[in-house]
């Protein structure tokens, strides 16, 4: 079974910096995209980023462009994500997802595999 642990959530200031980690197992991992989604109270899930782990390519949600940075460590078949200069509209449930594809595309159209979310609140 696909399974995918998110961890990290916490509370920080604004301007400070979180790293979310997702643990995946139960599939190969090269074969898959990888993506981060999130979701605040009241509002539509949102694609936050995604890796390919074949490629190694990244793609980022317009809202977190130049202050999120995604990477993999394929060896422990985790995904990080690094959040820098948060915000409080970053606030959020932040969600790891996984594709059986080598491409991003899921990062607009949803992921197949979800794992349970980790909360990230940015106080001002």
């Known amino acids: 079974d696909v399974q995918l642990q998110a961890s990290g959530g916490g509370l920080v200031q604004a301007g400070g910096s979180l790293r979310l980690s997702c643990a995946a197992s139960?599939?190969?991992?090269?074969?898959?995209?990888i993506g981060w989604f999130r979701q605040a109270p009241g509002k539509e899930r949102e694609g936050v980023s995604c890796i390919s782990i074949h490629y190694g390519s990244a793609y980022y949600g317009e809202s977190v462009k130049g202050r999120f940075t995604t990477s993999s460590d394929n060896a422990k078949n985790t995904v990080y994500l690094q959040m820098d200069s948060l915000k409080p509209e970053d606030t959020a449930v932040y969600y790891c997802?996984?594709?059986?594809?080598?491409?991003?595309?899921?990062?607009?159209?949803?992921?197949?595999?979800w794992g349970k979310g980790t909360l990230v609140t940015v106080s001002s």
């Open positions: 139960g599939f190969t991992f090269d074969d898959y995209a």
């Open positions: 997802a996984a594709d059986p594809q080598w491409y991003c595309s899921g990062l607009w159209t949803g992921m197949d595999h």
